[in-house]
């Protein structure tokens, strides 16, 4: 059961990089390590929520996945979504699905 939900989760990162690309929200070159060393959730005062997507919240979630560590207990990155897409928005119905499989 819970290697079921581990699949599902993958796959939904799988879903979330595309839709991702797809809206050419997907940048070719990695931010600056300092940027991405930032201490601000979401390191918002560096990055776009998009570029926290892409190189903080995919990256960490398939290091979990792959080295088979718990996932973690809560996961609400769909409430920060909704701040920076319109509500009907597929990239907020994808996160919503992470944050709902991670936890079951």
Excluded: N, Y
């Amino acid at each position: 059961r819970e290697m079921d939900g581990r699949i599902r989760v993958a796959a939904l990162l799988i879903d979330l990089e595309a839709q991702l690309r797809t809206r050419l929200l997907w940048d070719i070159e990695e931010p600056d390590p300092a940027a991405l060393a930032s201490t601000q959730p979401f390191c918002i005062d560096t990055l776009s929520f998009p570029q926290w997507l892409q190189f903080v919240f995919l990256p960490r979630m398939r290091a979990l996945l792959d080295e088979g560590h718990p996932l973690p207990a809560k996961c609400g990155i769909a409430e920060m979504a909704e701040m920076h897409f319109a509500a009907a928005d597929a990239v907020i119905a994808l996160l919503r699905e992470i944050d709902l499989a991670v936890t079951e």
